[in-house]
C-alpha cells in the first residue's frame, strides 16, 4: 500500500511539476535570452531595456493605482453586502446572497465590453441617453478612464471578497457587540471599533487576495485601458509581444518576472494572515447566536440599494448584449433604433468560420481540458489528504504555486516551454496551459471532500481483495460526486472565459471565444461581438446546467427502486 502511494504521489509531482514548476523556469531562462531561436544565449540586455524604458515609471504608477483601487473597492463593497445579508434584517437574504457570486460566471470581457457600450464617451448608450435628456455638448461619463476601470474590476472581483467575508461575518459571536451596547457603544461605534477589528483578518485576506486577482486581470485593462492609452503591466507585456513589429518574448519575460515575483509574495502575505487568524477566533464550545440588526427606517433604502447594485452586476450587462446584438450601430434605444433591428449579426456570427472555430475549440477547452483537469485534482487531493508525507506536502504546494500565476505571464513561460516541441500554436498548448494555471480550482472542492470520507472505506475494499483502481471507482469516486461536479464546473467555467492566457498562445486556427470576442472589440464590430458573446454565456451555462443535472443522478444514496423482476 505504501509502495503505491509512493509511486503515485512522485508520479503526479512529476506531471505537476511539468504544468506548474516547468513555465516559471523557462520564464526565468527566457528573460536572460535573446529570443526564442538563441534560447539560452545569456544576455541582460532585456531587463535593461525594460527598466530603462520611459513609458514603464507611467505605466507602473497606473498598475499601482488600478490595482490598489480596485481591490479596495471590491472590499469594501463586499464587507458592505456581507454585513447586510448575514447580520441585518433586509429582506430576501438568501437571493442577494447567490447574486453577490453570480458575476463569477460572466465571462469578464463581456462585463468590460458592456460597459464599454453603455459609457463609451463617443457612443455610449447611456451617455447619448442623458446628452439627449440634459441637452449636454458631451458626454458626461467615460469609461476608458482610470475610475471606470476601477469601478468595473471592483464589480468584477467582488465575488472573490464576498466569498471571504460572508463566511466570517456569518459567524461573529454577538456576545462581544452586546457587551459594547452595554457600555453605551452606538451601532455605528460597535461596527468601528468592535466587530470591524475582529474581522481584521478576513478583511485583508480578502484585499490582498484581490490585489493579486486584479495585478493578473487582461480583460479590464485592455477593453477599457488601452481605448483611453491608459497602460497597465499586463496590457504592456500584450503590447510588447503582439503590437510590436517583432514579438519581444524575452522582454516579455523580463517584465513577468517581476509581476510574478509580486504574486507569490502577496500571496505568502495572504496565507500569513489567515494562517494567524485563530487569534480573532470569537466561537467556541459555548454556544453562540449571530446578532441581527434592525435596519428600521433604512430598511428600504438599503433593500432599494441592493436592488440597484444586484441589476448592475448581472442584468444590465446581459440587457446590454443583448439589444446591441439586434441593431446595425449603436444607438439610444427608441422607435427608430427598434425599427432597425434585425438578425444581421446573429447570421454574421454563426457564417463566420472564425467565430464557429473559436467557438469549436472552446468547448474542446471547456469539456474535454475541465474533464482531464478534474481527474488529476481528484489524484492530486487524494495524496494531499490521504497521503500525509513530505512528498505529499511537496505535491500540496507546487499544486497551489500556479494560483499566484498571473495568466498573460505564464502565457509567456509556456511560450517558451512550447517553442521547441511539436504543441507550439496547437490547441494542446492551450489545453495543457490551461490545466496548469486553473489546477488550484479544480483542487480545493476535491479536498475539501476527500476530507469528508473515512479511510476505513478504502480499507475495507482492499482488505475485500479490490485493487487500488477498482477500490477509486467503485467506493471513492462515488463519494465525491458533489466534490466533483463543483471542481469540474469552476473548471469548465474558467477555461470557457479565459482570455489572459489565450491572447499569448493562440494563433491561427486555434483561437478561443474570449480571444474572438477580443478582436471584434479591438475592431469596434460592437453587434458581432454582442452576438458572440450571448452565445458564450449560453453555452457556459449549458454546461454548467448539464453537469449538475448528470451530478445529481449519480449522487450516493439516491438511487431508484428497482421492483423485482
Not at 473597492?73 to 447567490?98: D, W
Not at 492551450?430 to 469528508?452: C, D, E, N
Not at 483502481?469 to 467506493?475: E, L, P
Request: hydrophobic letters at 55%; aromatic letters at 12%; charged letters at 10%.
Amino acid at each position: 500500500m505504501e509502495r503505491r502511494h509512493s509511486r503515485l504521489t512522485y508520479t503526479l509531482i512529476t506531471i505537476v511539476s511539468l504544468l506548474t514548476v516547468a513555465p516559471v523556469v523557462m520564464l526565468v531562462i527566457g528573460s536572460f535570452s535573446k529570443n526564442l531561436r538563441a534560447f539560452g544565449d545569456f544576455t541582460l540586455s532585456k531587463y535593461i531595456a525594460v527598466y530603462t524604458d520611459p513609458m514603464l515609471v507611467e505605466t507602473a504608477g497606473n498598475t499601482l493605482v488600478f490595482v490598489l483601487g480596485s481591490a479596495a473597492f471590491a472590499t469594501v463593497l463586499a464587507l458592505f453586502l456581507a454585513y447586510l445579508n448575514n447580520r441585518t434584517n433586509i429582506p430576501f437574504k438568501f437571493l442577494f446572497k447567490v447574486l453577490s457570486v453570480v458575476p463569477m460566471m460572466i465571462p469578464h470581457v463581456l462585463f468590460a465590453v458592456s460597459w464599454a457600450l453603455l459609457l463609451n464617451p463617443s457612443n455610449g448608450i447611456l451617455n447619448m441617453w442623458l446628452q439627449q435628456l440634459f441637452g449636454l455638448a458631451k458626454a458626461p461619463f467615460n469609461i476608458y478612464s482610470m475610475p471606470g476601470m476601477i469601478m468595473v474590476e471592483g464589480l468584477l472581483d467582488l465575488p472573490i471578497a464576498y466569498l471571504i467575508i460572508s463566511p466570517a461575518m456569518a459567524s461573529f459571536d454577538v456576545s462581544l457587540e452586546e457587551s459594547s451596547r452595554v457600555f453605551k457603544g452606538g451601532p455605528m461605534r460597535t461596527l468601528f471599533k468592535i466587530t470591524l477589528p475582529v474581522l481584521r483578518p478576513a478583511i485583508l485576506a480578502a484585499f490582498i487576495l484581490c490585489i493579486v486577482r486584479v495585478l493578473a486581470s487582461f480583460a479590464v485593462p485592455s477593453v477599457l485601458g488601452m481605448p483611453g492609452r491608459i497602460y497597465v503591466l499586463s496590457t504592456y507585456i500584450y503590447r510588447t509581444v503582439t503590437m510590436s513589429l517583432i514579438a519581444d518574448y524575452g522582454k516579455a519575460a523580463a517584465i513577468g518576472m517581476s509581476i510574478l515575483v509580486l504574486s507569490i509574495t502577496l500571496i505568502y502575505i495572504y496565507r500569513y494572515y489567515t494562517r494567524f487568524s485563530d487569534k480573532y477566533v470569537t466561537i467556541s464550545s459555548r454556544g453562540f447566536k449571530p446578532a441581527v440588526v434592525e435596519l428600521r427606517k433604512g430598511k428600504i433604502p438599503l433593500f432599494i440599494m441592493l436592488i440597484i447594485i444586484s441589476f448592475i452586476l448581472i442584468v444590465l450587462p446581459v440587457l446590454v448584449l443583448l439589444y446591441t446584438s439586434f441593431i446595425p450601430y449603436i444607438m439610444v434605444p427608441n422607435g427608430q433604433a427598434f425599427a432597425a433591428m434585425s438578425l444581421a449579426n446573429w447570421r454574421t456570427v454563426i457564417s463566420d468560420p472564425i467565430s464557429i472555430k473559436s467557438l469549436g475549440n472552446s468547448l474542446f477547452l471547456g469539456i474535454v481540458g475541465a474533464t482531464v483537469g478534474s481527474f488529476l485534482s481528484i489524484l492530486v487531493a487524494y495524496v494531499i489528504v490521504k497521503v500525509k508525507t513530505k512528498a505529499s506536502g511537496f505535491l500540496e504546494s507546487i499544486s497551489f504555486l500556479s494560483f499566484s500565476f498571473p495568466g498573460i505571464v505564464i502565457g509567456i513561460g509556456f511560450m517558451w516551454f512550447f517553442v521547441r516541441t511539436p504543441l507550439y500554436a496547437t490547441i494542446w498548448a492551450l489545453f495543457f496551459g490551461y490545466i496548469a494555471t486553473y489546477l488550484p480550482y479544480g483542487i480545493r472542492p476535491m479536498t475539501s471532500a476527500f476530507v469528508q470520507i473515512h479511510g476505513s472505506l478504502e480499507e475495507s475494499s482492499l482488505v475485500c481483495g479490490a485493487s487500488f483502481a477498482t477500490t477509486m471507482r467503485r467506493v471513492v469516486i462515488p463519494l465525491l460526486v458533489p466534490g466533483i461536479v463543483s471542481g469540474w464546473v469552476l473548471m469548465a467555467t474558467m477555461f470557457f472565459r479565459e482570455l489572459s492566457l489565450s491572447v499569448v498562445l493562440s494563433r491561427p486556427g486555434t483561437e478561443v471565444l474570449a480571444v474572438q470576442i477580443l478582436r471584434f472589440s479591438e475592431d469596434g464590430q460592437w453587434g458581432k461581438l454582442s452576438a458572440l458573446g450571448l452565445i458564450m454565456i449560453f453555452f457556459s451555462t449549458l454546461m454548467v446546467v448539464g453537469v449538475n443535472l448528470i451530478g445529481n443522478r449519480f449522487k450516493p444514496g439516491e438511487a431508484k427502486d428497482r421492483k423485482p423482476a
